[in-house]
């Protein structure tokens, strides 16, 4: 084939695709320009939200569901907004770090927040 596509700079899948104007990974979901040759990142460390948009340190994130927490009677609401988060490979696939008011210093996954503007 002589329009192969290249693999994806995330998780190295050679099963990439077409997506409009973005190459897209199936297995890790890692969306990407064509025209990017070094494509920004460094070994599939891109966290992203419940919406897919990607997260960095010192974002603010709003709760998209409510969350039991060990330990407390109450739960943290849905719309909690948690500001200056910190991305962390913690246990159990929780990858963020952050302080929640009411609660303390908490690990929260990716796919229970959206970021906020």
Known sequence: MANELPPCPACNSPYTYESGALLTCPECAHEWSADDTDA???SGSVIKDSAGNVLTDGDSVTVVKDL?????ATA?????????IR??????GHDIDAKVDGFGQVF??????????
């Not at 039991?68 to 407390?72: A, I, N």
């Not at 943290?76 to 200056?84: A, D, L, S």
């Not at 796919?111 to 906020?116: E, L, M, N, Q, T």
Request: no cysteine.
């Open 76 to 84: 943290i609401k849905v719309g909690t907004k948690v500001r200056n």
């Open 40 to 42: 920004d990142v460094d």
């Open 68 to 72: 039991k927490v060990k330990g407390s």
């Open 108 to 117: 929260l996954k990716s796919s229970v927040v959206k970021k906020a503007n």
């Open 87 to 92: 991305l962390v490979d913690g246990p159990d």
